[in-house]
């Protein structure tokens, strides 16, 4: 069992940042892939970025690819996701989530690859 919690929203001007923080519970965190999803009124849950259990691994949704980056502390059970460049469109609901597997083509977009989820955090971007 692993319980999320998220933590880092607010509101922020656009071009503003923020880093979102996901601790987790449990002794087998770094066993986990974690993922950051967001989800906007009215719409889906959106895949944002994903890392793999070591770090090594990396994926990010084309709208924020080069303003967001995720990393992992597995000594915290901490992942981050630092936004950058913030955009009005940003806001949303962040949602981080974990992983056991398996790991097949674009797992990492699916929100059905995840086993645990944290309650969310809200991102307001003002223009």
């Known amino acids: 069992q692993v319980q999320l919690v998220e933590s880092g929203g607010g509101l922020v001007q656009a071009g503003g940042s923020l880093r979102l923080s996901c601790a987790a519970s449990?002794?087998?965190?770094?066993?986990?892939?974690m993922g950051w999803f967001r989800q906007a009124p009215g719409k889906e849950r959106d895949f944002v970025a994903a890392i793999t259990w070591s770090g090594g691994g990396t994926y990010y949704a084309d709208s924020v690819k080069a303003r967001f980056t995720i990393s992992r502390d597995n000594a915290k059970n901490t992942v981050y996701l630092q936004m950058n460049s913030l955009k009005p469109e940003d806001t949303a609901v962040y949602f981080c989530a974990a992983s056991s597997g398996p790991y097949t083509s674009r797992w990492y977009k699916a929100p059905d690859s995840y086993d645990y989820w944290g309650q969310g955090t809200q991102v307001t971007v003002s223009s």
């Open positions: 449990g002794r087998t965190f770094s066993s986990y892939a």
